[in-house]
């Protein structure tokens, strides 16, 4: 079966209603074998492009994930990426802001990290969540120390869309190309693999309290992700909703999507002149001798 990710892909300017998504889709793979074979060429092909992106120097990824807990973020990035070079790639995961994070702008954490050209840049959560986990709990808002005239909240979560819906199109006019991806859990999933993680002694280490106390703000989650993914997927940074009930099915449409976006690129490696190719030339009879 092959991936059309523009299936997944939220069109800009359209209405995301979750419940018409669905978490759990057809299977590009037959047996975990294919799913293994398809994975490896998937993996083989990232690590040759990210090799090409690095060489050329012109281009940065940005690859921004987004869901529930439990959802597979983690896997999911350590098994599409597994190939690239870790000089390469660089993984940042964004938790509860610092005493010195919560003294500047809410974008200023996460700039710091973006994707030098050449690289790829990997957000686990990101300042998504400032759109997310702050609306849902008003008390980490009222904690960033912000004027109260900017507190209201008919204003204050369109006036961080634009500001992120900017940042976005001015990176993209830069070189950096970003892609977000949010992987859509269904609750009945995400109570099994919760309850993997406490039957599972290999598991426990996974999991915490918290992600229960989460579960019981699902639906206002769930606002909060239409909300933003309807005001943030643009033609310059779109938003994937990816079917995530299935793990391995997850990982093989991530990278088909992200072996898209890279192939898109006009990339070359560095081409030399004639001068250039005699000083090679010279070297190789040195090195010949």
Known sequence: MKINP????????????????????RPAYRSKEQYQKH??????????????????????LLLIFQAMDAAGKDGA??????????QGCQVFSFKHPSATELEHDFLWRTTRS??????????????Y???????????????????PELLDDQTIWKRRYRSMVD?????????????????HLSKEEQRRRLLERIDNPEKNWKFSL??????????????????????????????????????ENARLIISRIILDTLDALDMRYPRFGAKRRRELLSIRRQLAR
């Not at 060429?41 to 050329?56: E, G, I, K, P």
């Open 114 to 127: 973006l994707p030098e050209r050449g690289r790829i840049g990997i957000f686990n959560r990101s300042y």
């Open 167 to 183: 940042l976005e199109r001015h990176l993209f006019h830069n070189g950096t190309r970003i892609i977000k991806f949010f992987l």
């Open 39 to 60: 994975l490896d060429a998937d993996v083989a092909r990232l690590s040759s492009l990210q090799q090409l992106l690095y060489a050329s120097n012109r281009y940065a």
């Open 129 to 147: 969540e400032e759109v997310l986990v702050a609306r849902v709990h008003p008390e980490i808002l009222r904690g960033e120390n912000l004027p």
């Open 210 to 247: 918290a992600d229960i106390q989460e579960r019981k703000f699902w639906d206002q989650y769930m606002q909060a992700y239409e909300d933003c993914l309807t005001a943030t997927s643009t033609r310059h940074a779109p938003w994937y909703v990816v079917p995530a009930d299935d793990k």
């Open 6 to 25: 523009a299936k997944f892909r939220v069109q800009e300017g359209a209405r995301v209603r979750l419940d018409a998504w669905p978490t759990l889709v």
């Open 77 to 86: 990035i350590r098994h599409v990426m597994s190939g690239v070079n870790p």
